[in-house]
């Protein structure tokens, strides 16, 4: 999803997220490979001012990424460390 930035994520009443915009998103068969989710999160962390807001939340926000993705425990360390590399 290219156009993910923090201004197309809002928090939902019972404290999910949604996406709006979602006019450029791909939908797929299969889940992302781990250098597809690495560069979604490159985009979201694309300006100084989205990653200055996410630190703040940043461990609970990669915490609930990965409960809600449907990688092996192997697969969510190593994103893990990739996605703390944005930071």
Do not use: W
């Amino acid at each position: 999803f290219r156009s993910i930035h923090l201004e197309n994520v809002i928090v939902l009443p019972d404290q999910s997220f949604g996406l709006i915009d979602v006019s450029d998103m791909k939908i797929f068969s299969h889940s992302l490979s781990l250098r597809m989710r690495n560069g979604n999160f490159r985009h979201l962390t694309r300006y100084e001012t989205h990653r200055d807001l996410l630190k703040s939340a940043l461990m609970p926000f990669i915490q609930a990424y990965m409960r809600q993705s449907n990688i092996s425990k192997r697969q969510r360390l190593k994103l893990r460390q990739r996605l703390l590399k944005h930071f």
